[in-house]
């Protein structure tokens, strides 16, 4: 099955904000305002821009996984998109005698299901992750390496660098952080509200603690913040911390 692609560049504007640069001096605009101007975006603390380069602007924005599950016809087999993943996780950590949970458990990090797909994305197997970076130059970078001129269409003119402010978008597109801590604070209510009954919540929890694939399938998107010195922690009063 052929994996869809924008038309031309009206059609892609249908669900972007986009700006279309036509000269090298048009770039370098773009450019010193991502990465120099004091007027743009703040960028130096606590950046909330993340940005992803493409050398193709009719490319539409599938992961991996997708674009095999779309590309196979995967769906023919009887499963579902999040059974594919979960069979990919589940597949990696059982590969060779669990040799991917014992090179995690080697220093002291548990296999979590979102670890294991890291892994994966980065060694070229299908996940369902995006890489994004928050320096504009190395989006810009990818958006141009490898890339070849074939303008059979407007769009095939152009590359495509995206810019996403974590921030306005948090509502579709929350952190993974935001997202542990509202379920934590909706278990929290329950718990709270209901003193008087016995509420098994130790199944949501194990997904939650474990950082299993399950505890975040239900979301359309998230996204994983980039690595901070001290990491995050989470509190479930009397029942739960997480570090």
Known sequence: ???????????????????????????????????????????????????????????????????????????????????????????????????????????????????ILSFLQHYGAPTPLLDFTYKFDSAAFFATDGLIHNPSSDIDNYCSIYSIDTELTARIFPSIIDHISYSLSQIEDILERNKDKNIDTSNVLENIEGLKYKAFQGLMLFHIPGYVPDGYSFELKGVLTLS
């Open 1 to 115: 099955m052929i994996i869809e692609t924008y038309k031309n560049l009206e059609e892609k504007s249908n669900f972007f904000d986009c700006i279309t640069i036509n000269s090298k001096e048009e770039f370098e605009e773009l450019a010193h305002y991502w990465t120099v101007s004091k007027e743009r975006p703040s960028l130096d603390t606590g950046s909330k821009y993340i940005f992803r380069g493409l050398t193709e602007a009719k490319h539409k924005l599938f992961n991996s996984a997708q674009r095999y599950w779309i590309g196979e016809e995967l769906s023919n087999l009887g499963s579902n998109y999040q059974e594919f993943i979960q069979s990919l996780i589940d597949n990696a950590k059982t590969y060779q005698a669990n040799l991917l949970v014992k090179y995690y458990n080697a220093f002291g990090h548990p296999a979590y299901d979102l670890s």
